[in-house]
């Protein structure tokens, strides 16, 4: 059984922070890369970050040095701290294996307000 519930996400003044956390099913968990996507309105999916199981991580461009990935590997659980956020950062979060499969789950809405 697959399980992906992403959670963490609120409204956020420009330059604040958040956590988001995702829970995974072992079975995805366990044995491959995990990464965060994420979709603003009237856009496209788009990659965010992966972290491998080595801890080895890789960040898009426009959040490499805002954003950091971590995994805790004995909870089947995925990080993602989110800070110095902006009002592009606006959208709904998403993890998912790295490259990610077919399913996924609600994500987590992320505002970013001025």
């Known amino acids: 059984q697959v399980q992906l519930v992403e959670s963490g996400g609120g409204l956020v003044q420009t330059g604040g922070s958040l956590r988001l956390s995702c829970a995974a099913s072992?079975?995805?968990?366990?044995?491959?890369?995990m990464g965060w996507y994420r979709q603003a309105p009237g856009k496209q999916r788009e990659f965010v970050a992966l972290?491998?199981?080595?801890?080895?991580?890789d960040y898009a461009a426009s959040v490499k040095g805002r954003f950091t990935i971590a995994r805790d590997n004995a909870k089947n659980t995925v990080y993602l701290q989110m800070t110095s956020l902006k009002r592009e950062d606006t959208a709904v979060y998403f993890c998912?294996?790295?490259?990610?499969?077919?399913?996924w789950g609600q994500g987590t809405q992320v505002t970013v307000s001025s």
């Open positions: 998912n294996q790295a490259p990610p499969a077919m399913y």
């Open positions: 072992r079975n995805i968990f366990s044995t491959n890369a």
């Open positions: 972290i491998r199981t080595s801890g080895v991580a």
